[in-house]
């Protein structure tokens, strides 16, 4: 016979099952009525019905389900289809990140590792379509980092402005999203270990040169450079974490 100390945990863990389960079953919905963002949903009475849930543990599933950004609550409007929003993403791994430097680092390299891997892989691609037009604007980027290094100031903005300018002429929305999502996660961990003791100017000294290389078509450089970037913030996670 099961105590009540085993019992409670287990019913709380079919209990989450059930939700889960009904979430997907929500999104399945959704699929199968091919709606699409900004599309109205099915009201609460007519989800019930379809689902076979109560009302309670329908709007159970309804508050996770819009803390994912997967549907949208408008109050007194109805439920519709959420747009696009990486937020609930950046969040998840902004916690994720922070939360690993407390301990061992672990998932906040991890993190510095796959920007790398997006931003050195992606490179090559970049270059082969970016216009004179858009590399006046990259370098426009450097020079305002350029200016405010030379004043002693961090230019937190302009550095994402050049990463951004870098791969946008992909045309590539969902690599958009994803590379403003790390780069939000990047300035939160960057922020919780301290930037006392960055060059300025030498940061910005490596924008140029990997300005340089795409200006110059050199995939392969400005690809080797875009790895060495993120070493810094590797070895400052590294020293933060270390006891």
């Known amino acids: 016979m099961l105590s009540i100390s085993t ?3 287990k019913a709380r863990f079919s209990a989450q099952v059930r939700l889960r389960a009904l979430q997907a079953d929500i999104m399945e919905l959704i ?6 963002a900004g599309d109205p949903m099915p009201t609460e009475s007519e989800l019930c019905e379809v689902l076979g849930v109560g009302r309670n543990t329908l709007r159970e599933s309804l508050k996770v389900l819009q803390a994912l950004g997967v549907i ?3 109050h007194g409007f109805g439920m519709f289809v959420a747009p696009s929003s990486f937020d609930a993403l950046a969040d998840g791994l902004t916690f994720r990140g922070r939360l690993s430097l407390r301990h061992e680092g672990l998932e906040a390299l991890q993190l510095v590792d796959i920007r790398q891997a997006l931003e050195s892989g992606l490179i090559s691609a970049a270059i082969a379509v ?3 037009e858009h590399l006046a604007l990259i370098e426009g980027a450097v020079v305002k980092m350029e200016e405010l290094a030379a004043r002693g100031e961090a230019f937190a903005e302009a550095d994402a402005e050049f990463h951004r300018l870098l791969f946008e ?6 690599l958009m999203n994803l590379m403003s999502v790390f780069w939000k996660v990047y300035r939160k961990i960057h922020v919780e270990i301290g930037t006392g003791g960055t060059d300025l100017v030498g940061t910005a000294a490596q924008h140029r040169d990997i300005y340089t290389a795409v200006a110059a078509q050199d ?3 400005a690809s080797e450079l875009l ?6 913030i ?3 996670i590294k020293l933060f974490v270390e006891p």
């Open 130 to 132: 970016v216009t004179e």
């Open 31 to 36: 699929l199968d009525r091919d709606l699409d």
């Open 219 to 221: 995939a392969a450089t």
């Open 72 to 74: 949208e609550i408008r």
């Open 169 to 174: 002429p992909l045309g590539n929305d969902l």
């Open 227 to 232: 790895n060495r970037h993120f070493d810094g």
């Open 234 to 236: 590797r070895a400052k």
């Open 7 to 9: 019992a409670v945990p």
